[in-house]
């Protein structure tokens, strides 16, 4: 196991407000005495507007929440040709995170998506310098470059502002990057969205000698700056690297691929938008698995999407106590990993319900993991796809402007047609349940849902149960909300699942469905069963609609995720009125209850 002095604690809370970091980071600061503690400073005071094309192409709502070098400390060649204030603001806010990490005895990391794309004003005023083509053919509607990073003019402008990066963030001890993905790529990488590309006179380069020059020109920026920093590499650029070693990389570097490390932390990233869901035995056990392995470092996530939103301090601070408690006196194997969830809930539950607490989380810990292999959704389907909101219509053609544009606007799609029409288009792709090792069962089974995901979902509502019934735990207010957030999970994923058995039906009936309505015989006839099976879905997702307003109204809505400005509403975060969403996707949803039989043969008798 690696010496406290030799473990590192890397933290990523995503965006937030002042006093939230501040009190995230008095959290973070309770590990002090089993390694060092790195906190991310890199947060946005704001999206990146900008960037944001007039029409619609939601591959641009990837990046515009996430760091790059040049939205902080812009070298003066790029600064003009950025909004007035732009970088001012993002670099007010990182001086202000790392004067609270540098009073608490915090290092600090600083995570970038490079070489990020770069304003058409800049390419034609430097049109040497144009690199690859990185936005993704099939989810934007406007082609994006980055910088080539093979050039010295380029190379100078990022030794430039890595320098001033950490001249003025001197306890600055990481620097990560993404590249090929989210508005970043290397010339001639051939994981390249679009495919490998770049400007001739580098083909012969390859993009690992782009990437060796790359870090090499960070690392010169960082020992100008005032000292040499970490650097990693996230992403990967080609098939056949994967997550193999890149040769040549300077000393103090490491190529992560798509590993890189034991992370843990909360399921925000798979539950956003709902906050404050820890699966406490699973951060028991990557703790372990951690100092098993290495131990020398250990990534705490609790942040969402593209660090849009971050999880509840709160949850975030459990997870850091579980932690601490774990480093001051490491378990191992069943029976210890038992002990410290016993230990853990005398201490919140108290000794009479610490029983029923462990095998509330042992159980919920099951459902995750099962529902998550079961159905496949997680918070794109929530979020970019708005199934957390749009109502389930048989001809949503049939939908006005008015009934549509609180959800379709965001719904993620080149294409306004196919964002209206196909209910399970992700991104690009199509979601299908057999890609994620689970087949729904036939009508003529007797029921239309996924067994395995349906059985992960009850777990979680007695779980939910369980944790509303320790009337006399200590730590009683965040039970509940742990409670209320689990409800709202259910509810999400119950929505998608709905969505998903929808859109089947109307997979099975696009022929019908593309003509006009039919006047049906009058024979008497149990009817279709497809017709049976969408109203049992509209009605389970009536109900289930009407279960998550009653939840928001009672207090939940502080567990959501949400913009505080309805002008920030966008694909991947909600607006702030998600209870007047949801009342209208069951307006709607009423409105138009009986199309289906203008379509499908209905029963008569």
């Known amino acids: 196991m690696a010496a406290s002095s030799d473990r590192v604690f890397v933290f990523r809370f995503g965006a937030t407000d002042d006093d939230g970091f501040r009190r995230f980071a008095d959290h973070a600061a309770k590990l002090k005495p089993y390694g060092r503690v790195l906190v991310y400073v890199d947060q946005l005071a704001d999206k990146s507007r900008h960037e944001l094309p007039p029409f619609r192409s939601p591959w641009h709502e990837y990046a515009v929440c996430l760091a790059t070098l040049h939205k902080v400390f812009p070298h003066p060649e790029i600064a003009r040709h950025l909004p007035s204030g732009y970088a001012e603001r993002n670099r007010e ?13 915090l290092g600090a990391a600083f995570h970038a998506v490079e ?20 936005d993704h053919p099939r989810r934007s509607m406007k082609a994006e470059f980055a910088m080539c990073v093979d050039r010295d003019e380029t190379a100078e402008m990022y030794a430039w502002m890595m320098r001033e990066l950490k001249r003025n963030v001197p306890e600055l001890e990481l620097f990560s990057f993404l590249i090929n993905d989210s508005g970043s790529g290397l010339c001639w990488a051939s994981k390249l969205y679009p ?12 993009a690992v000698r782009h990437l060796v020059k790359f870090c090499e020109t960070l690392h010169r920026g960082a020992v100008e700056g005032g000292g040499d920093v970490d650097i990693e590499i996230g992403g990967r650029m080609s098939l056949k690297l994967g997550d193999q070693p890149v040769e ?19 399921h925000f990233g798979h539950t956003s938008p709902i906050r404050g869901i820890a699966d406490i035995p699973a951060v028991i056990k990557a703790l372990e698995r951690a100092v098993a392995t290495d131990g020398r470092k250990i990534v705490f ?3 969402g999407l593209y660090y849009k939103a971050a999880d509840s301090v709160e949850a975030a601070g459990k997870v850091v106590d579980v932690a601490k408690e774990f480093f001051a006196s490491p378990v191992k194997g069943p029976m210890g990993r038992t002990s410290l969830l016993y230990s853990l809930a005398r201490r919140w539950a108290g000794d009479a319900s610490a029983d029923a607490l462990v095998e509330a989380w042992e159980e ?80 003529s089974s007797g029921w239309f849902y996924n067994v395995p995901l349906q059985s992960a979902l009850a777990a979680a509502r007695r779980v939910a149960e369980t944790l509303e019934s320790l ?23 119950r929505s998608s699942n709905n969505i998903y058995m929808a859109q089947l039906i109307r997979d099975r009936h696009r022929e019908e469905l593309s003509g006009p309505p039919q006047v049906h015989p009058k ?83």
């Open 93 to 105: 806010l990182l001086l202000k995170r790392a004067r609270m990490l540098r009073e608490r005895g």
């Open 115 to 134: 070489p990020y794309f770069m304003p058409e004003p800049f390419f034609a005023e430097h049109p040497s310098l144009r690199g690859a083509r990185v």
């Open 195 to 206: 495919g490998p590309n770049g400007p001739s006179c580098c083909q012969t380069v390859g």
């Open 248 to 266: 040549g990389l300077p000393p103090r570097t490491a190529y992560l691929g798509k590993g890189g490390g034991v992370g843990t932390g909360t």
């Open 301 to 303: 996530t609790f942040s």
């Open 364 to 443: 919920f810990s099951r459902a995750l993991s099962v529902g998550a292999m079961a159905g496949g959704f997680g918070s794109y389907y929530f979020l970019s796809m708005r199934y957390i909101c749009r109502p389930i219509v048989i001809r949503p053609d049939l939908l006005t402007p008015e009934e549509e544009n609180y959800f379709l606007p965001h719904v993620f799609n080149v294409s306004e047609k196919e964002a209206r029409e196909d209910f399970i288009d992700i991104h690009g792709g199509r979601h299908s349940m057999a890609n994620v090792g689970a087949m729904p069962l036939s009508w």
């Open 471 to 493: 009337k006399d735990a200590p730590e009683r207010g965040w039970l509940m909300r742990t409670a209320m957030a689990i409800r709202l999970w259910v509810g999400v994923v």
């Open 523 to 605: 024979l008497r006839t149990s009817g279709d069963p497809d017709l049976l099976q969408w109203y049992e879905i509209l009605r389970d997702e009536l109900d289930n609609t009407d279960e998550m307003i009653g939840l928001l109204e009672r207090g939940g809505l502080e567990l959501v995720a949400r913009a505080s400005d309805p002008a920030d509403e966008d694909t991947f975060m909600l607006g702030p009125d998600l209870i007047g969403a949801l009342r209208k996707k069951r307006e709607i949803m009423l409105r138009h209850w009986r199309e289906a039989e203008d379509y499908l043969v209905s029963h008569n008798t």
